[in-house]
């Protein structure tokens, strides 16, 4: 009953993957040791227009030192109080500083080093010892008055000193979190065995070279006489084509939209994804540009911790995930279509902006937005890009640009704009207006992957078949494959394999790295042939995800195998190396030592991951399971409760201990355990369903109703039949109608054989 969490670096969602202090004109070479950073000032003389632009932008306001030039936050001895305690913001001279609760519950005063953005908010970070830079918990709103800002106020108020997110943890912590998208040029920097930072950067914040590259070459072929080699066709001697990918948009008859005359690749919307994705940074070495995004980082599928089921936004997730299932990407549509890239806003009026595309005629009041014209309501970007507000005040657009589906919305509970603008109406009623207003819509009442995914989400049995099919849909975006795949981690079947096998060969590296996750149910030999073809894939994340899927196998592998997975590994390893500053970092190196039998390496690293990341759940379950495969269960039993010490809204750490008490027989800690698991994870039917059989010679009714629950949750036919299998052992009533309930899941041979117990 042993549990083992492995933590690839694919299942690690993170943010976006401090200093150079004092040093902000150092030069690296980009790829082909061909060309330097110089800084952004070198690009005012020939480009003042563009730096104008630039100047005061999302991007130029990235970050900062703190000065009276670029804080905006009140540190004229303000104070804000919060949970009874006053914390305080004021100066020292030309230095802006705070008084506020440090990680011992200790109130103490800290410089603040950095500012971070500037509207609608404003966030300060202090720079420690360490090298470590975080960001303190209290927030400027930047807004104006009439807009409720001009006030301080706390990011994450239910945070304790033993959640991810609390301001002098990891989860605020800048050069891992921040660092990479908010200054040119970084390098984290860590050291593993000092545990420290000596991040760099060659400009503080978002600068001309970010996005274009590293300018040297640049500027010398603008200052020689020979235009010949400065061009277009060599990029004005820069490593990368910004350019749209579209340079003519025509009409074609029967369409209400233009199309693209042609679609030439460029690098446009990779540069704009290294930041504007949620992803895990793998390394510094890979060019993502000329190479593939997945070179250097991995980004991260539609999950249900990150998206509704129909793919909309839930959590922050930056564009690129959102505009990856859109039409607008498949057509051709990039970043600057819409978006001046210098000021980083709408280069043109919103709806003119659609206009370019979307024949106006086609699409007005009358014909299309059903509301009045000019109105909140009959704007293009109300219906098909809604808002969700992030950190309290800052509200941002999903970029997949669905089409409503409110019939979605009664099945699946996925939002729709129809409902969340018109509260006083149900969804039904938002069904039947749009068939009135489109009664020839393709849209309204077809297939989507949504019901796939909400499917795989709740455990349908129909959810493998379900997802087999959209991995296979070439129509689908690769994004919407991807996650498909992935989600069939918890599922087999021929048609499974079958999906699996035709994604290994696919050209998108996302689909691929999809048949990577989604392969985790096979046993050793058969993962083995179907995802070692990747071993020796272009694309750094392929390569090393496979690598790390089939090390765990280690043991079982021949010669040959080990022979083959040897150098891929080893880029795996070094993955988890530069990301040695989080716990899934160390923990994923122990999961390989543990898997070759390098027992005391593989606790060094664990017992390492808790050390810098003593709330990170998985290192202490890994750990407590080495132990428990040694024979030890009592370093497995105090493993656990430090970690139910150290991270006491865990889950998953009380139900291991839960399961290493029922293997010492001790089921009535066993039982206190799981029912705290049930309760910090509700919708967790495993939990349910170990809890309800460990209660049952405790109190049956107890025991009856968390097998229910499991059930109710899962839909496994497996828990309805623990169920009928329960009643029938203690003559419960409802014996029949479970059976009844279950008839129509189970084989008749299983139904008869319950029956003849009855």
């Not at 999302?58 to 936050?73: K, N």
């Not at 001046?340 to 659609?354: F, G, N, R, S, Y």
């Not at 495993?686 to 809890?691: A, E, G, P, T």
Request: hydrophobic content about 35%; charged content about 20%; aromatic content about 10%.
């Amino acid at each position: 009953m042993g549990v083992v969490v492995r933590v690839v670096s694919a299942v690690i969602i993170l943010l976006a993957s401090v200093s150079s202090y004092g040093n902000e004109t150092k030069s690296s070479m980009a790829s082909g040791g061909q060309a330097s950073y110089v800084g952004s000032d070198a690009c005012i003389e020939c480009h003042q227009k563009e730096v104008e632009q630039w100047k005061g932008s999302d991007h130029e306001r990235a970050m900062d030192h703190a000065t009276s030039q670029s804080v905006l936050g009140d540190f004229d001895n303000a104070t804000f109080e919060f949970k009874g305690e006053e914390n305080r913001f004021f100066r020292k001279g030309e230095q802006f500083w705070v008084n506020i609760q440090g990680p011992d519950g200790q109130f103490y005063d800290y410089q603040i080093a950095y500012t971070f953005g500037h509207y609608p908010l404003q966030q300060y970070m202090v720079e420690f010892e360490d090298g470590r830079v975080q960001l303190i918990p209290f927030t400027w709103d930047s807004r104006n008055k009439e807009q409720g800002g001009q006030r301080w106020y706390h990011l994450y108020p239910d945070t304790t000193s033993s959640d991810e997110f609390y301001w002098t943890n990891t989860g605020q912590n800048w050069n891992f979190m921040c660092a990479d998208c908010h200054s040119t040029n970084l390098e984290k920097n860590y050291d593993k065995e000092s545990n420290t930072y000596a991040s760099s950067w060659s400009e503080i914040t978002v600068g001309c070279e970010a996005c274009h590259g590293p300018a040297s070459v640049h500027v010398t072929l603008s200052k020689q006489k020979n235009p010949k080699q400065f061009t277009i066709d060599n990029h004005y001697g820069f490593d990368r084509d910004l350019s749209k990918a579209v340079s003519e948009w025509v009409y074609q008859e029967g369409n209400s939209t233009l199309q693209p005359k042609s679609i030439q690749e460029t690098q446009q919307v990779k540069v704009c994804a290294q930041c504007h994705s949620r992803r895990v940074q793998l390394s510094e070495q890979y060019d993502h540009v000329q190479g593939d995004l997945f070179d250097r980082y991995l980004v991260s599928n539609l999950t249900p911790e990150l998206y509704h089921s129909d793919g909309q936004i839930y959590d922050e997730v930056y564009v690129f995930g959102s505009f990856e299932q859109s039409k607008m990407a498949q057509k051709g549509v990039t970043c600057a279509n819409c978006h001046d890239p210098h000021t980083a806003e709408l280069k043109i009026p919103e709806q003119a902006v659609c206009a370019q595309c979307h024949v106006a005629s086609e699409y007005t009041p009358e014909k299309h937005t059903f509301h009045e014209a000019g109105s909140e309501a009959s704007q293009c970007t109300t219906c098909h890009m809604p808002e969700t507000t992030y950190m309290g005040v800052d509200p941002r657009r999903d970029h997949s640009w669905h089409v409503p589906r409110p019939d979605m919305s009664k099945h699946i509970g996925t939002p729709n704009v129809c409902a969340s603008c018109h509260e006083d109406k149900e969804d039904d009623w938002a069904v039947q207006t749009l068939a009135k207003w489109f009664p020839e819509s393709s849209y309204q009442n077809s297939q989507h992957y949504g019901i796939a995914f909400y499917a795989a989400d709740i455990g349908h049995p129909s959810a493998a078949d379900a997802l087999s099919y959209i991995a296979q849909d070439i129509n689908q975006a690769s994004i919407v494959r991807a996650s498909a795949l992935q989600r069939m981690a918890n599922y087999q079947g021929q048609n499974s394999l079958i999906a699996l096998g035709r994604a290994v060969k696919n050209s998108e590296a996302m689909i691929r790295i999809g048949a990577i996750q989604g392969s985790a149910p096979y046993p050793a030999h058969q993962r083995w042939q179907i995802i070692s073809p990747l071993l020796d894939d272009d694309v750094l994340a392929v390569r090393a995800e496979a690598a790390g899927a089939l090390a765990q196998y280690w043991r079982e592998l021949n010669p040959l195998q080990k022979d083959q997975l040897k150098q891929p590994l080893k880029e795996y390893i070094g993955i988890q190396q530069y990301n040695a500053d989080r716990g899934f970092g160390r923990t994923n190196l122990g999961n390989v030592y543990a898997a070759q039998g390098k027992t005391e390496l593989a606790i060094n690293e664990y017992q390492g991951a808790i050390s810098i990341e003593p709330y990170f759940e998985n290192s202490y379950i890994n750990l407590a399971d080495l132990y428990r495969g040694q024979g030890d269960e009592a370093s497995a039993d105090k493993t656990l409760a430090l970690g139910i010490k150290n991270q006491p809204k865990s889950a998953a750490i009380h139900y291991s201990a839960a399961l290493s008490k029922l293997r010492q027989g001790d089921k009535a800690t066993a039982s206190q355990l799981l029912n705290k698991a049930t309760q910090l994870e509700a919708n967790n039917p495993q939990y349910w369903f170990v809890f309800g059989l460990a209660m049952e010679t405790a109190d049956v009714n107890v025991s009856l109703k968390a097998v229910d629950k499991a059930y109710q949750l899962s839909r496994n036919p497996e828990h309805l039949f623990s169920k009928c299998d329960l009643m029938l052992k203690h003559k419960h009533q409802g014996a029949a109608q479970c059976l009844n309930q279950l008839s129509k899941l189970a084989p008749p041979e299983v139904i008869q054989q319950l029956k003849s117990r009855y």
